[in-house]
């Protein structure tokens, strides 16, 4: 049974790097396809492209300094919750790792227990961690793809919420290969924000069923 609300979902994004599947959501947020709101983006990467998209948008865009924590055997443990602190501060409902190359702790896993999602270019269980797209065309992958999944502890592992495909060509080197992905990512990410959004994604054990919604007409959720 869904829950109808009425305001906006409070979004958070994790993202390292260049953003491209933040933006993505962005957009999608800005056209009224996906009913959420970005309360914060936070990196740990001052320089993280992803931050000045987030400003570009009127958005909060937060580096948070792992440095400090550095050396202590708890660092990573400490820097998430430094993070849960932010997170609560903004009553975020969904977490979104977009290109977030730390490995998030029980800290957060376990503050956001399915309220938080991964995009990952490969089709999980294959091909897990870094360089995927090398290893796909290496193993002689005729199909690679890319999935949304929760978070769990295990890197890579939490239960798979959507997929999408696309051909691995003979020519194709990692590049060419991650920007087919990486246009598919750009799709499901956002399409993963909304079904969490309407209440429609119900998770048991590993799997994750994505029920019925109403007619569009009929939806009443305002956009953000
Ligand atoms: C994306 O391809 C995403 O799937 C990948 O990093 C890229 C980030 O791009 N994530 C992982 O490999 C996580 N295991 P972006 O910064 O442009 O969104």
Redesign the pocket.
Known sequence: MSIKRTDALRVAVL?S??????QAVIDAIEAGTVQAKIVAVISNKKEAP?LERARRHGLSGLFVDPKPYAGRPDSREAYDRELLTVLRQQDVELVL???Y?KIVTGILVEAFVNRMM????SLLPSFPG?D?QKKAIEWGCKVAG?TVHFVTEGV?EGPIILQAAVPVLDDDTPDTL?AR??EQ?HKIYPRAVQLFAEGRLRVEGRRVFIEAGKPERESTRSPS
């Open positions: 993202a790097g260049r953003g491209s599947n933040l992803a790792l977009a290109g190359m991964n995009i990952h270019p870094l995927v890319c890579d991650a992905i990486l990512e």
